[in-house]
């Protein structure tokens, strides 16, 4: 699975398994002013993918809005469209006044995860900083994390374990 798919995300050629049926994709959304006016670097967007890769995904697309409402839900219901997979999304979560990505992510979800989100929020003391949601698109499941390298990670990090599960539920799959 180390092997580049391109930009097109074609799978590989080898027999069909059970974990190829199963293949767990996701997209990373960079949500920050300054990564689109160039003064700073997507190093949390990098840190995701980088993340993601290790923890089994194939991370097939990464994208950068500007803050805001419009940018963050359009970007979503673009990146959800036929997409069965995560999406994380990093920066906008906190209290400053161009800080909209929970309202440009509730714009976009059919349904909150707030479960997701609360452990999301417990992992460090500056999660409760958060105002990040976790929500559902079709059988896409969307995660908002903080801006910040360590937190993006950290917040990825402490649902990991379930979201396998909850990806196989979406896709239609009786698990219980």
Known sequence: MATDHGAHGHQHHQPHTSEDE???AAKVLTVSDGVIA???????GEALGE???AAGY???ERRV??????TVSEALA???TGFEGLIVSTGGTGFTERDLTPEGTRAAIEREAPGLAEAMRLVNPLGRLSRGVAGIIGRTIVLNTPGSTKGCVECFEAVADVLPHALALLAGERLH
């Open 51 to 53: 993340t993601l890769a």
């Open 65 to 70: 809005v500007a803050d805001g409402i419009d």
């Open 58 to 60: 194939e991370v097939v």
């Open 38 to 44: 160039g003064t700073r670097e997507d190093r949390s």
């Open 78 to 80: 673009e990146m959800s």
């Open 22 to 24: 199963h293949r767990l």
